[in-house]
């Protein structure tokens, strides 16, 4: 496990994500022309507020790479 830190809506914030995420978040990140820290409060701001924001990132992933595939 690897953890990262942001900022979200003003709050320093850590992240804790296997490597292999971090490292898809980052090339999704920059294929997309934004920052991590972006796409994170993104992604913080659009999930259910009972969902864990590691879970909620690792389903954000999931989806952008399923929808690439298809």
Not at 3 to 12: A, T
Not at 28 to 48: F, P, Y
Request: hydrophobic share 40%.
């Amino acid at each position: 496990m690897k953890k990262i830190s942001v900022s979200l809506s003003g709050h320093q914030t850590s992240i804790t994500l296997e490597p292999e995420f971090i490292d898809v978040l980052h090339t999704l990140a920059t294929r997309a022309g934004k920052s991590v820290a972006s796409v994170i409060n993104e992604i913080d701001t659009s999930r259910a507020h009972d969902t864990n924001l590691s879970s909620a990132i690792r389903v954000w992933i999931l989806h952008q790479i399923l929808s690439q595939q298809a």
